[in-house]
């Protein structure tokens, strides 16, 4: 329902959607298609055309030829030339950071851009945010934080209304927070079971990422995020591969993420550092120092877990908290990372699919709070 003012009262009308033109209509369904066929333009076309077969969303007037035709005019896609040496259409840049806008409005819903590196600390002193609490002034205070209108009502307190007299014991300051930057590294398993059993892992994964990335580079741009992936071995992924990223026939290589997390967050000046984890499967393969992959799926390898607690342990002691997002309900796995968080005195979250953006969301919101020392 809409209301609208009338006279001293309201009249309530039936709420009327915003409407769309065929282009916006499809270019809705497109964003989401592109997501998961990773990039593809061509199989998220066929899908659409299989939705369009199905649901009726095109006109005789308007078809998904006129839609690819507007795509191309306004920026969307592009020709270029294929590895197989043949030509074709591939997305933009500006279809990739509205991806991002998308994932960031279906997983956060719609922020405003706010001031760069807000984030608060549990310490008071000479910060940037008033907080609304006050405390006696004390040697060494800004004189610019000093409440003047609490100053002058304490001093009629103290001296009563005879005569005035302010003295330094009258004054009263007002607390603020430090902003203080933070320094995030996720890491997402691509290994073979994020889309095994049916069930598309990689893609919430990915939406989640990019929807960070936009968060963090429209809302709190000095803060740094490092994104990196894992399966038989770890590498630094950019804001812009995230789009076409894919799982691959890979065991899982914990320990080679949390090592590139680490070495990525060691290079960053921010005093505020978290990793954050996002996986379903368990820890089954190392690289050993001959560079030979040591791997092992049956069961939880004493071995390879003992390795993962160390990387924990190792975490802890550099400062760097860990959040792991457990995509799985194995009560064994559930224990490994119970150990795992332990060691490293981090958190952990047991999720399916659904929430996972909204989980991690609130926890980097809380975590910007914070000050780790």
């Not at 001293?8 to 033109?21: I, L, N, P, R, S």
């Not at 014991?169 to 930057?181: A, G, P, R």
């Not at 309900?329 to 909204?358: H, I, M, R, S």
Request: charged share 30%.
């Amino acid at each position: 329902m809409k209301k609208t003012f009338k006279g001293k009262g309201f009249v309530f009308e039936a709420f009327k959607a915003e409407e769309q033109t065929p282009f916006e209509q499809l270019l809705d369904i497109f964003k989401e298609l592109i997501t998961h066929t990773s990039g593809d333009f061509d199989e998220a076309i066929e899908w659409l055309k299989q939705l369009d077969d199905e649901y009726k969303i095109t006109t005789p007037e308007y078809g998904i030829d006129e839609f690819i035709e507007e795509l191309k005019e306004k920026g969307y896609i592009k020709e270029e030339i294929k590895p197989d040496g043949n030509g074709g259409m591939a997305i933009t840049a500006k279809t990739e950071q509205e991806i991002r806008k998308r994932a960031l409005e279906q997983i956060f819903g719609n922020m405003r851009k706010r001031g760069s590196g807000n984030h608060r600390t549990k310490h008071a002193g000479a910060g940037d945010e008033q907080t609304g609490d006050f405390r006696n002034y004390q040697f060494g205070d800004s004189l610019d934080r000093i409440s003047m209108t609490e100053s002058l009502k304490n001093a009629q307190i103290n001296h009563g209304l005879g005569s005035f007299n302010l003295t330094e014991q009258d004054l009263i300051v007002e607390e603020t927070h430090f902003k203080s930057q933070m320094s995030t590294v996720l890491m997402i398993d691509i290994s073979h079971s994020m889309i095994l059993y049916g069930e598309d892992r990689i893609t919430p994964a990915k939406k989640v990422a990019m929807a960070l990335a936009e968060l963090i580079t429209t809302r709190y741009p000095k803060d740094t995020l490092d994104i990196l992936v894992f399966g038989n071995d770890a590498w630094p992924i950019s804001i812009k591969e995230l789009p076409y990223l894919q799982v691959g026939p890979y065991h899982t290589n914990t320990v080679a993420g949390l090592q590139l997390a680490m070495d990525l967050l060691r290079r960053k000046r921010n005093t505020n550092k978290q990793i954050f984890m996002i996986t379903d499967g368990k820890p089954s393969c190392l690289r050993m120092p001959d560079g030979r992959y040591y791997k092992n799926s049956m069961g939880l390898d004493q071995h390879i877990v003992e390795r993962c607690y160390q990387m924990a342990t190792a975490a802890r002691k550099l400062k760097i908290p860990i959040t792991t997002f457990m995509i799985a309900q194995d009560p064994y796995l559930q224990q490994f990372v119970d150990e795992f968080t332990q060691c490293n005195q981090g958190k952990a979250f047991y999720t399916g699919l659904k929430g996972l953006g909204e989980m991690i969301f609130e926890d980097y919101e809380q975590n910007r709070k914070r000050r780790i020392s």
